[in-house]
């Protein structure tokens, strides 16, 4: 049984279409494309290049604010760090964009995503660590983080906290 594999554009693996289009034709168990870059002009080269071969994923930090964006291209689906902790809201947040609630998605971001990304945007590294502390907060604990990545300081834990908390039961 072939496994399908799915190509995760980050950091240190930046993939363009003509590269993309290589893979492509010499691995047909290639099913998938997620994209955690966030290059808007990127990723429409590499729907115009590839078009339907391969499923597309958004896979940003906190996807949710390029979700809206990403749907345009063709990208309907993204991976949401947030689920682990809030994920009523995350699942609201979804729907929002499925549907063009445009008013659901505006009260979300201005309610958590935004307030959230400035605690996030604070220090590199904070991507994993605020997850972790939002799993944490909410039972589920993630444990710290490894280095060099530091955690939340407890006065950020309790805004993100505060956050949570004002979404209401999850």
């Not at 010499?26 to 990127?42: A, M, S, T, W, Y």
């Not at 689906?77 to 995350?90: G, I, K, M, Q």
């Not at 979300?108 to 660590?129: H, M, Q, T």
């Not at 006065?155 to 039961?169: D, N, V």
């Amino acid at each position: 049984m072939k496994l399908g594999v799915i190509v995760y554009n980050r950091a240190v693996c930046r993939l363009n279409p003509a590269t993309l289009l290589q893979l492509a034709d010499r691995c047909p168990n290639l099913v998938g494309f997620k994209d955690g870059i966030g290059d808007i002009e990127l990723m429409v080269g590499i729907r115009q290049a590839l078009g339907e071969r391969l499923a597309y994923l958004g896979g940003m930090p906190t996807a949710e604010v390029y979700a809206a964006a990403y749907k345009a291209l063709g990208v309907a689906v993204y991976s949401s760090a947030v689920f682990n902790f809030v994920p009523r809201s995350a699942l609201a947040f979804y729907r929002a964009v499925a549907d063009d609630d445009r008013a659901t998605q505006s009260r979300l971001l201005d309610e958590f995503f935004l307030p959230y990304l400035a605690i996030r945007n604070r220090k590199p590294g904070y991507a994993v660590s605020i997850v972790k502390a939002g799993a944490t907060w909410v039972g589920h604990t993630g444990g710290p983080v490894r280095a060099p990545l530091t955690d939340l300081t407890s006065a950020e834990c309790e805004q993100l906290g505060a956050l949570i908390e004002r979404l209401g039961p999850q």
